[in-house]
């Protein structure tokens, strides 16, 4: 009997260890700052629990991030990745995307989410267009921004804030002044030259940090800015008078896409990863912890959880898409045109 004893704990240990030897670990690669923490608190917690796969989470911003993917290239060590839009596109192009594999949930979403290599999909969504101070409109009389051509208005003479062009926020701005003039991301000329004779003196500064944008809007030296809805939100939740809208021609989408990475040992726990993404219940987490519009078209929120971020068949109809094929094939010459021809 004691034997018998001894063999069945001896089996259940050997069974509990190979159970810890099985068990997984995925790492994906994303975001720090806020982003990171609703990760690391809300869904993360969640994934591990539902599927018993451990996840690491590898912090950086989506430039460090592509960079780590190439520094790897033939030993990957990240198994899914979120970038924005713009450098997923290069993710995809420089082959490190596999096939997103088909599950109900893709059904539910709205079709910006559906990147067309069938390599990436994105999971959330904040849309760029301008921010003003309220306040400062409201004393003077002005009515909001209604249009991407406002930007010219002189009466924002050094107090309209636009973000780099090596920043997603300026690059949309660039596409769509070009557009507005008859061009656009194939014909980028007409951007450059609204840019230069009409927007340049009524620009601030050229400001690619969100804390020293915010900083200009607090000391009030800015009045107007190029920016996204998230920021503009995480800048109204302090108390400051701003508000935000989508221009009548349409705001722009910028896009967080996942992708499962080409080799990955955890091809499937990747894919899983994806689509715990994508369902209603950290949608909502998303939309409300880090302030990204839902792609799930079955997401509910409250109106106070709508505020600030793009929501609904309306809003995200209105969200156009800009040809990031086009733009990452190009954006190295624009960049050095622009510090040559705007930024001097």
Known sequence: MRALVYGL??????????????????????????FEQTMRKDIIPAFESKTGVKVEYVAGNSTDNLAKLQAQKGNQQIDVVILDDGPMYQAVALGFCTDIAKAPVYDDLYDLAKIPSGKAVSVG????????????FDENGWAAPASWKDIEDAKFRKKLVVPPINNSYGLHALVMMARLDGGGEKNIDPGFKAFKDKVNPNV??????????????????????????????????????????????????????????TGSKQAAEAQQFIQHMLSPEVQTVMATGA?????????????????????????????????????????????KRWTREIER
Do not use: H
Request: aromatic fraction near 10%; glycine fraction near 12%; hydrophobic fraction near 45%.
């Open 9 to 34: 704990m001896a089996t259940a240990a050997l069974g509990c260890g190979a159970a810890q030897a099985q068990q997984k670990t995925l790492y994906v690669a994303a975001y720090g700052g806020s």
């Open 125 to 136: 969504a904040v849309g760029t267009g301008i921010v003003y101070n309220k306040k400062v």
């Open 204 to 261: 601030l500064a050229y400001e690619p940090s969100p804390g020293k944008m915010t900083e200009l809007f607090q000391s009030g030296q800015a009045t107007v800015a190029v920016w996204g809805s998230g920021r503009a939100k995480a800048l109204a939740d302090t108390g400051f008078p701003a508000a935000f809208v989508y221009p009548k021609e349409g705001g722009v989408v910028l896009a967080s896409a996942a992708c499962a990475i």
């Open 291 to 335: 302030g990204f519009g839902p792609v799930n078209k079955t997401v509910t929120l409250t109106a106070d959880q709508q505020v600030g971020i793009p929501y609904g068949p309306e809003q995200m109809g209105k969200l156009l898409v800009v040809d990031w094929d086009t733009i990452n094939a190009n954006r190295e010459a624009w960049n």
